[in-house]
């Protein structure tokens, strides 16, 4: 089992940057395939990003493509998401999950733990 603890969410302007932390528990940090989602007020968690276990393949929603960089260090637990050229529209509740897939996903229910999430709030 892995606990999960996302950080690093805040009020940018739109333009602005963010860099979002996944920091997880346990031994087993690599063995996990990791992936970012948001969830908006009144819409459903969606898929943002996801990573492999060693970092080696990604994918990304087509909405963030070329804005945002998933990335991983397996010696820090930590999985990382760099939003540049942040949109409103990207304002929303973001969270960390993990699977023991080794195919990476893009659907919630591909994920077995998830993070608490963190606000990341963009103005116009």
């Known amino acids: 089992q892995v606990q999960l603890v996302e950080s690093g969410g805040g009020l940018v302007q739109a333009g602005g940057s963010l860099r979002l932390s996944c920091a997880a528990s346990?031994?087993?940090?690599?063995?996990?395939?990791m992936g970012w989602f948001h969830q908006a007020p009144g819409k459903e968690r969606e898929f943002v990003a996801a990573?492999?276990?060693?970092?080696?393949?990604?994918n990304y929603a087509d909405s963030v493509k070329g804005r945002f960089t998933i990335s991983r260090d397996n010696a820090k637990n930590t999985m990382y998401l760099q939003m540049n050229s942040l949109k409103p529209e990207d304002t929303a509740v973001y969270y960390c999950?993990?699977?023991?897939?080794?195919?990476?996903?893009?659907?919630?229910?591909?994920?077995?733990?998830w993070g608490q999430g963190t606000q990341v709030t963009v103005s116009s």
């Open positions: 990573i492999n276990w060693s970092g080696g393949s990604t």
């Open positions: 346990g031994r087993t940090f690599s063995s996990y395939a």
């Open positions: 999950a993990a699977t023991r897939r080794i195919l990476i996903g893009t659907a919630t229910r591909q994920y077995d733990y």
